[in-house]
């Protein structure tokens, strides 16, 4: 019966709780936040699907997601699909503004820029460095860094089994993963899978997301060097961190 609960709930309709858009000119509407693209955001307004170009907004905010249950009935979404759908990151929700963002967090930043928050914690009983990235000082992504140190490398290996294992816990089966070979010289030596990440040949990586976020953890290497993330992405403000993205490199042509 657990297995069948979750197969309907899989399968109910998916209704999108209101968002809020706010203009420079002081007007704000209910919506329904689509996507961003090409410099505007497509919102749907009392069924009509409208463009909002960027250069007008002061803010967006997106409210939580929630699962039609019933005829008439709809209920915030079970955490058996899609848990935080209001707590995108830590306990951020994307949009939110840099100022937002140092409120909620319990410490001085370590780094901080008019594109980025940086901060130290333990997460999963690892040291690692939490950032967060903005984009027109929207939260867009964020994401840990581990800087834990190892003198033997298959060490990161379990780092990640450990972290992987809670991400299970919190978000479920991931969509997507795989133990990856790019050249397999220490394939069949399990001993060396360690160094082989060091230098690029074997990676670690799994996927997945919610109504609102996805979710990679990623362990790789290069040049003798291990990197090991977890990273967070907006979903629906994807389109507006790839456009700062794409500025940063024209700038620099």
Known sequence: MKYVAVIILFFAPILWAQDTITFLSGKEYSCECISYEDGAFTVKVDGVIKQAPLRQVKRVVFGPTVVQTGPGEATEESNTIAPATTVSFRKATWGMTIAEVKAIEESTPSEESTTSLTYKDRVGGLEASVVYSFAQDCLVSGGYV????????????????????????????????????????????????????????????????????????????????????????????????????????????
């Open 146 to 253: 581990f800087e834990v140190k190892h003198t033997n490398n298959n060490d990161f290996i379990q780092d990640y089994e450990r972290i992987e294992a809670v991400l299970a816990e919190k978000y479920g089966s991931p969509m997507d993963e795989k133990v990856y070979w790019k050249q397999t010289l220490y394939k069949s030596d399990r001993e060396k899978w360690g160094f082989a990440i060091s230098l690029g040949h074997l990676m670690y990586y799994s996927i997945r997301q919610t109504q609102d976020t996805k979710l990679m953890h990623s362990l790789q290497g290069e040049n003798y060097q291990i990197t090991h993330i977890v990273g967070y992405e907006s979903i629906k403000l994807k389109g507006l961190s790839e456009s700062q993205s794409k500025s940063r490199y024209l700038e620099k042509l």
